[in-house]
């Protein structure tokens, strides 16, 4: 059974904090591991993805970093604005074309 | 379009009644995608297509649910004689075959309401 796994589930911050989110998927037949921004009633937003190991990319304030071999990849937002308040998803692939396993979510609130 | 398109955004029907769900992915993208959202974030694979053919069905529940991708047509996901259980909200995805290792774009879903 693949399990992808998100921590903290929740996190509440104030304005200008800086964050981060760590995931933790299989690290065999590895494909690709995906970030999205989710806010509830609307699309989620395609933030990374991401597929060798030691990938980092970044997006503005937000950047994400992958390790394959252990199985994990975090997430982090720099200097927190009240419009980062969403759910995180982070979702693990194992082939091409393939669907996505997805982890619970950190659900970020960010206090002005 | 550029966007992944659902209708309709709400649908209720009493239990035993039929749901028909469409989806019209982004053009040019060859893979299309079904997840189901039951309990809070959590999101279950369904079904996926590459074109018209299934392309993996492993999360589809062997009773009551049926999905199709027909050319110049949205895809579908039809849910025979609905459940309780089945009220959650359905999202649609697409991705391209070959393009930043298949990222797939998301609809915002449609919700289902099973009363």
Sequence with gaps: ILNVEQSPQSLHVQEGDSTNFTCSFP??????????????AKSPEALFVMTLNGDEKKKGRISATLNTKEGYSYLYIKGSQPEDSATYLCAFSSNQGGKLIFGQGTELSVKP | GEEVAQTPK?????????????????????????????LKNEFKFLISFQNENVFDETGMP????????????????EIQATKLEDSAVYFCASSHRDRDKNIQYFGAGTRLSVL
Excluded: D, M
């Design chain 2, 10 to 38: 709400h649908l209720v029907r009493g239990e035993g009644q039929k749901a028909k769900l469409y989806c019209a992915p982004i053009k040019g993208h060859s893979y299309v995608f079904w997840y189901q959202q039951v």
């Design chain 2, 62 to 77: 062997k009773e009551r649910f049926s999905a199709k991708c027909l050319p110049n047509s949205p895809c579908s996901l």
């Design chain 1, 27 to 40: 690290s065999s037949n590895f494909y690709a591991l995906h970030w999205y921004r989710w806010e509830t």
